[in-house]
């Protein structure tokens, strides 16, 4: 397979991506190989999170040599040729999501091109690596990372640093689950349901993530509080 898909992103979403490449026939590799675990005398420690991710979808990993990079075959060179032909000049972009669909869009687009070696059409040769892969469970891997946060006095929890998001009014001064995923932070109520959804935030600068629909109640009980709500 010769593809190249790629996603620009901080961790591996694994699901969005084989969903996206495979479609509905969605298959997964037996085994991956990782330069990226942690050497601790001579034992290679990968985190809980890539653990977790292995266990759900069944592939065995196959860790790489300490500065080996070439045990890994055409990976590096492919990466080269992906940063020239795709990230020159640099792009810029404020939707990160959809930026990602459009790198999926082009990796599809070299499809009926002609392999530089096997001398054979891309696309069928994608489809014979296809007939290889394992089967995907039913249910996708949930990337998250779950913390408990102390709500302030105006019902927000602060998370990652500077960056503030609501839950509701009668929850400040408490403790409140929160779920942080690469574009939502999710806050949940005491029966863990999601309570609310955030767009989440990146960068130094504070700011301040509120939803209306959470103070609607306490400001239609108290009307007082009319002026000084953000919803105004």
Known sequence: MNKKYILPISFLLLTLLLTACFGPRVHITGQIVDQNGRLVEGINIICKGSTDNRAHYGFSIRFCSPASGWE??????????????????????????????????????????????KNKVIGELFEQDREALLPLPRHRFDVCRYVYA???????????????????????????????????????????????SHVRKFGKERSDSVDPRTSMAVLMRNVGAWPNSGVR
Request: hydrophobic residues 25%; proline residues 3%; aromatic residues 10%.
């Open 72 to 117: 890994k075959g055409c990976v590096e060179n492919k990466i080269g040729t992906v940063r020239r032909n795709r990230f020159v000049p640099l792009p810029e972009f404020d939707d990160l999501q959809q930026y990602n669909k459009g790198l999926l869009e082009q990796a599809t687009s070299f499809q009926g091109n002609t392999h530089y070696k």
């Open 150 to 196: 102390k709500a302030d006095g105006y019902g927000k929890v602060e998370i990652d640093g500077n960056h503030h998001y609501s839950t509701r009014p009668e929850y400040r001064g408490s403790e409140v689950l929160v779920g942080i995923r690469a574009h939502t932070v999710d806050i949940y109520d005491d029966k863990r349901e999601i309570l609310v």
